[in-house]
């Protein structure tokens, strides 16, 4: 598997190029700012952009998608439920394959209605899973709920979603906001303050104050 993570814009946003090694098909995750950087990776790893996944409609991961898909001629997919202009509206537990790699679709709603993970997993080397979480988790943080859309019942039931992923999983987030660029399940249930919840009721407390 072919995978670049870029830095892009003020606001230290993620943008992803993944492809199959053989083939050289992939897709594009979140193009914001910066396209120019983006589109040189792309050509670096010499993929031919199939598809450009966001994982929520907020302008600073959806900014770039209409550049980057006159650039690459990728189809611009989404949550079904995403105001922005997509070609493809995907649905929970949906699965997208594109030759060694696989795509499921996990509906996250909580800091945005509309937000998605997507898990990535390479048959060719069954060791290696990426799960890209956008705005919803991040390295030692979450996405905030106090924003139009946001609500934090709806991103309680995200992380448990999460939270019975494997341990080995890896957490691709959509910012740049913590201690290392990846992490993953396991060291997120150790060390991230937002997923040491027992109840509900807990997890509301500590995205009230979060959100103040």
């Known amino acids: 598997m072919e995978f670049m993570q870029i830095i892009v814009g ?17 897709f594009i995750i979140d193009p914001s700012y910066d396209i120019d950087k983006v589109i040189t990776a792309v050509r670096k790893l010499d993929i031919n952009i199939k598809y450009i996944f966001n994982t929520h409609s907020h302008w600073d991961h959806t900014i770039g998608n209409k550049e980057a898909a006159q650039r690459t001629g990728g189809k611009i997919c989404a949550h079904k439920s995403s105001p922005t202009r997509i070609d493809r509206g995907l649905k929970d537990k949906e699965v ?10 996990m509906h996250t709603p909580g800091h945005t209605p509309d937000g ?9 080397d069954t060791k290696k899973n990426y799960l890209f979480t956008g705005d919803t988790l991040f390295v030692g943080g979450c996405g905030r709920t106090d924003l139009p859309g946001g609500k934090e019942a709806d991103l309680f039931k995200s992380f448990q979603k999460i939270m019975k992923l494997d341990d080995h999983v890896k957490i691709c987030p959509g910012h740049d906001y913590g201690s290392r660029l990846i992490s993953s399940i396991r060291y997120e249930k150790r060390h991230n303050s937002f997923l040491q919840f027992e109840n509900k009721e807990e997890f509301l407390k500590v995205m009230e104050t979060a959100n103040r």
């Open 10 to 26: 003020n606001m230290k946003n993620f943008t992803y190029v993944v492809g199959d090694s053989e083939t050289r098909n992939g």
């Open 96 to 105: 997208i394959k594109l030759d060694a790699l696989t795509l499921r679709i």
């Open 116 to 124: 998605i993970c997507y898990l990535l997993s390479d048959k060719t």
